[in-house]
């Protein structure tokens, strides 16, 4: 599956990298992963690894907030956890000759062009030198991994910034299936799914995490969405040797792979869909056909509702009825939008007192989901 000169982002979870009960440490996990990921990088594939683990390893140390499950809580024992697991990511690579380093983001940052052109440059000079990534997310300063992905998201968002080939998400099942295998004796493992067949799947995997993570099967399903938006596939896997992640990309054991249904996008389209804001604007039948069939800007006329804030410059998603067909940069603040919904280019100034052209979002600006 992957091509010498092509980059994957593995992420590891927390069931993965630390045992229940009593937290305890799988050195021999972290030594595998290493050694695995040592023999891609002999064969020509770079590997950016994204590592949960922090707060599990912080249980370890401060016994009063192991059983905390607040967000400030965990937020303390991701801190103290984050450099025993950076300590341990260098051990097993040191037993390979190799060397890792750390990147700590946040979505924030990589929601901010320049921040993620240069989150994409220095994982690409970390490669470029031999040095093997590890990237968490910044859990002192931000808190979703913490509240809600587990670093799902996180792995898909590195993709899209750096433009890999594709993410493999490891967990503790071997991917997804048709129903709760817990559950439902007649669940079957789906082998492989296009993005477009995801949709219909959310009520087989719905569902918490394991005691260690927090991400669950759901998070796997918006991050495998997340990057194939991109262009980018998805591998969910779980119960594989950890020493044989190469076998694994190709396919040799149970897993579950999600297809892009579009090629890889260039680097600033990958920015804007991986970044699609909390603004909303709904756009009429017309609109809509003339946006998905000849990629054309979204102009006042066009508009019917808007909903959330957002000022220009910030992304947003278009919708037409419940659909998400586009994400792009707006023109107007959001109440502008409101103002000048139904207009047409004559109006704009009329209702305003100004105008900056009858286009809301610039094809220019606009990516197609």
């Not at 996180?154 to 048709?178: C, E, K, R, S």
Request: hydrophobic residues 45%; contains cysteine.
């Amino acid at each position: 599956m992957l091509e010498r000169g092509t980059t994957v982002v593995v992420k590891f979870g927390s069931s993965t990298l630390v045992s229940t009960p009593g937290n305890a440490i799988n050195d021999a996990n972290f030594n595998s992963i290493a050694r695995s990921i040592v023999e891609l990088h002999q064969a020509g594939v770079n590997v950016v690894v994204v590592s949960s683990g922090a707060v599990a390893l912080g249980r370890r140390q401060l016994s009063d907030l192991a059983d905390k499950v607040d967000v400030t809580s965990k937020q303390v024992l991701a801190t103290i956890g984050q450099h025993h697991l950076m300590a341990l990511w260098s051990s097993a690579f040191a037993q390979v000759a190799t060397l890792c380093g750390q990147v700590l983001v946040t979505k924030a940052e990589l929601s901010s062009r320049t921040a993620n052109l240069n989150v994409r440059d220095t994982l690409q000079a970390m490669l470029n030198a031999g040095v093997v990534p590890i990237v968490n997310e910044n859990d002192s300063v931000a808190v979703d991994e913490i509240r809600y992905g587990d670093n799902d998201s996180l792995a898909a968002q590195v993709a899209l910034a750096i433009g890999a080939a594709g993410v493999v998400l490891w967990t503790d099942v071997p991917g997804m299936y048709t129903a709760n295998p817990r559950t439902d004796d007649s669940a079957r493992l789906i082998a492989s799914l296009s993005a477009s067949e995801l949709e219909q799947f959310r009520c087989c995997v719905a569902g918490a995490g394991t005691r260690l993570g927090t991400g669950g099967m759901m998070t796997k399903l918006d991050a495998a969405s997340l990057a194939a938006t991109g262009g980018i596939w998805t591998r969910i896997v779980g119960c594989a040797p950890l020493d044989a992640l190469s076998a694994v990309i190709a396919g040799g054991y149970p897993s579950t792979l999600v297809t892009p249904t579009v090629a890889l996008q260039d680097g600033r389209t990958r920015w804007i869909l991986a970044n699609p804001g909390d603004g909303r604007i709904i756009c009429n039948v017309g609109a809509a056909d003339w946006i998905i069939s000849k990629g054309a800007s979204l102009l006042a006329v066009g508009v019917i509702d808007v909903s959330g804030s957002f000022v220009r410059g910030d992304i947003v998603r278009i919708f037409h009825a419940e659909t998400h067909i586009a994400t792009g940069i707006a023109r107007y603040d959001a109440n502008e939008v409101v103002q000048i919904s139904g207009c047409r280019d004559a109006d704009i100034e009329k209702v305003l007192g100004y105008t900056a052209g009858p286009v809301v979002i610039h094809r220019d600006d606009l990516a197609l989901v």
